[in-house]
């Protein structure tokens, strides 16, 4: 289902990856997450258009495989692969189901573990990251926020997006980002509710150590900025990692 829906958004999309937030916290995070990539293999799940595959190879990475499960998503990463050569690899594929592309040293997931369901669907993610990395290999992602209050769900308009769900969420409940571009373009998608516990158990029964949530952070130029109070108060994503022994 998930590649129906984003078959019919990725332009949009791929459009709102110029909110500011994407930038001074989404890709700060993710980074400061990270640490040093040079020379590195890295397997980008959920890689929608190429946007974060793209800049981890800039980034150093020696090799950079996205994986994406919108046809349309991987069409745009191609195209932009043929504009501007990076020599990023994609594919289109379920990361449940994804093929043996090998072990890679670092895995990416942004908003990927998000779209599970239920625990089999996440611990179905959690095992196909472990498969792919090499011992002592890193998982590492950014995440709705799963404890990010109900309250604070429609504080997030000026950074281009509103929240909405159930006030007491149970597991599986839909939670609805919706997404207005600078251009007025409006969009939404679905995210799931899991709990921090389900998120901890399918994590260490995928073999994962070291699980553990981090930041949001948000770039250090940017700190004395007030914009960001009610971004970094009450932040509606989260950054993760965890190892594999």
């Known amino acids: 289902m998930e590649n ?31 640490g040093d990539i040079s020379n590195q293999s890295v397997l980008d799940l959920a ?25 349309e998503m991987i069409v745009l990463a191609n195209k932009e692969e043929a504009k501007h050569p990076t020599a990023c690899k994609y594919l ?8 043996d592309l090998g072990a890679f040293d670092l895995v990416s997931a942004m908003y990927l573990l998000n779209y599970a369901q239920t625990k089999e669907q996440l611990l179905s993610f959690c095992k ?12 590492v992602g950014v995440n709705d926020n799963v404890q990010n209050k109900p309250e604070h769900y429609q ?3 000026k950074y281009g997006f509103v929240k909405a769900g159930n006030a007491q969420a149970i597991e599986g409940d839909p939670i609805t980002y919706i997404i207005q571009n600078s251009d007025g373009t409006t969009f939404q998608f679905d995210n799931y509710y899991l709990s921090p516990q389900t998120y901890a158990e399918a994590f260490a029964e ?8 981090e930041g949001p952070f948000l770039e250090p130029a940017q700190r004395c900025n007030d914009y960001w109070n ?5 932040p509606p994503i989260i950054g993760f990692s965890a190892q594999k022994q």
């Not at 289109?92 to 093929?99: E, F, K, M, R």
């Not at 196909?128 to 998982?139: D, I, N, T, V």
């Not at 009610?230 to 009450?234: E, L, N, S």
């Open 230 to 234: 009610a971004f970094m108060q009450h």
């Open 128 to 139: 196909a990251a472990y498969k792919h990395l090499k011992e002592g290999g890193r998982f």
């Open 206 to 213: 995928a073999g994962f150590v070291n699980f553990q949530w």
């Open 4 to 34: 129906i829906v984003y078959d019919q958004i990725a332009e949009e999309y791929k459009e709102s990856k110029q909110l500011s937030f994407r930038k001074y916290v989404e890709e700060y995070t993710l980074f400061k997450i990270s």
């Open 92 to 99: 289109v594929s379920d990361v449940a189901t994804i093929p």
């Open 155 to 157: 504080t997030y308009a």
């Open 47 to 71: 890689c929608g258009e190429g946007h974060y595959t793209r800049k981890l190879k800039s980034a150093g990475a020696q090799k950079v495989v996205g994986v994406d499960i919108s046809p």
